[in-house]
């Protein structure tokens, strides 16, 4: 048992904490577990926060490059923003777990649904164009396209169908609300003439992908939560048995050694050793998910650059894409090493 006051790691017969004398009944665990539950979910909507950030002045920032030579069409306009901030929104789950082929597949699929809600959104908008909220309703509906998308990630991966349409369900749920009051807030600031500056329009921007991206991450964590990732608790024995084919694998598996598929078995948190700086292990998370995010940022980046330049002059896209390629490399290589000290320090507090 953990002491939800103080972190202490108790011996289950324990009825109190030995620590700071916490009664520790079956109710002050249900309490630790629920803080625990709703820290799960705030991690994904922070990821979605950051996601939706980078991903948002991402696109304007290319939409800009673009129309340097030629005005792109508003419908490119749109496509890019949408492509681009649903795959920086597709890979949160990916990310959070570190797993890089579940980065991968939300990726491409918050990028095919990015794809779609911004084709469909100037058609939706002329459908209602006599409406006031024209606007709104256009962007609660391609958001919800790209939640739909984002969400069906992890249900995929389970290869569950009801699992992938609960997660497509949240995902439409939580792409709307995000997109309704992102797109809302987005126009209502952009249409005030006293913003000028250029900090605002990019406070601005990042308000809006921010808005977005914390309510379809807060509803599909929920989800993902309390019913997607929901795992029988393990019985008696130390070994997670695989459902499919009966491989035992160790306490700290998510997937099976042989087989790949997920373990559907959850050890309880007492049997597996956790750090009692827990808030440093926080912290420690949230730099390598912003080192992962910026390798994402780093790929799309050169990507586009390197295109965009090519038909300009071939030595000079090679030139540019590769001391960008380093200069990224080596932001993401710094974020994770300050993670990977928090966690040296975790442990060498932890032997003391
Ligand atoms: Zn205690
Ligand atoms: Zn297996």
């Not at 620590?19 to 520790?24: D, E, N, P, S």
């Not at 979605?48 to 792109?72: C, E, H, K, Q, Y």
Request: with cysteine; proline share 1%.
């Amino acid at each position: 048992m953990i002491c939800p006051s103080c972190s202490n790691v108790a011996d289950s017969a324990e009825k109190y904490c030995s620590r700071c004398g916490l009664a520790l009944t079956t109710r002050s665990q249900k309490l630790l577990s629920a803080a625990g539950t709703f820290s799960w979910i705030m991690r994904r909507a922070l990821g979605g926060m950051f996601a939706g950030i980078i991903g948002w002045m991402l696109s304007i920032a290319l939409n800009r490059v673009m129309s340097m030579d030629t005005a792109p069409s508003l419908t490119v306009e749109l496509l890019v923003r949408f492509a681009i901030v649903g795959t920086f929104l597709g890979n949160v789950g990916g990310i959070i777990e570190r797993s890089s082929y579940k980065a991968l597949l939300g990726g491409v699929l918050g990028c095919i649904g990015g794809i779609i809600g911004g084709l469909i959104n100037r058609p939706v908008y002329d459908l209602f164009a006599n409406s006031t909220s024209a606007y709104s309703i256009s962007h609660l509906i391609s958001w919800g396209v790209v939640g739909l998308f984002v969400g069906m990630t992890s249900g995929l991966i389970e290869r569950n169908r009801k699992k992938i349409i609960a997660g497509l369900v949240a995902g439409i749920v939580g792409g709307s609300i995000g997109g309704i009051l992102g797109s809302t807030l987005y126009a209502g600031l952009l249409m005030d003439p006293s913003r000028s500056s250029w900090l605002t329009f990019r406070f601005i921007e990042a308000s809006a992908g921010a808005v977005v991206g914390i309510n379809l991450w807060l509803v599909l964590g929920l989800v993902e939560k309390l019913y997607i990732f929901r795992r029988k608790q393990i019985s008696a024995g130390s070994e997670k048995v695989c459902d499919f084919c009966h491989t035992q694998n160790s306490l700290r598996a998510w997937y099976c050694k042989n087989c790949g598929r997920t373990l559907q078995f959850a050890a309880s948190v007492e049997k597996l050793k956790i750090t009692p700086y827990r808030a440093l292990e926080r912290i420690s998370n949230a730099f390598k998910f912003l080192s992962w995010l910026s390798a994402v940022a780093g790929i799309v980046i050169v990507v586009i650059i390197f295109i965009s330049l090519l038909f300009q002059n071939i030595l000079f896209a090679i030139f540019v894409s590769v001391a960008l390629a380093i200069a990224i490399y080596i932001i993401s290589v710094v974020l994770n090493g300050i993670s990977e000290m928090l966690v040296k320090f975790m442990k060498i507090k932890e032997s003391e």
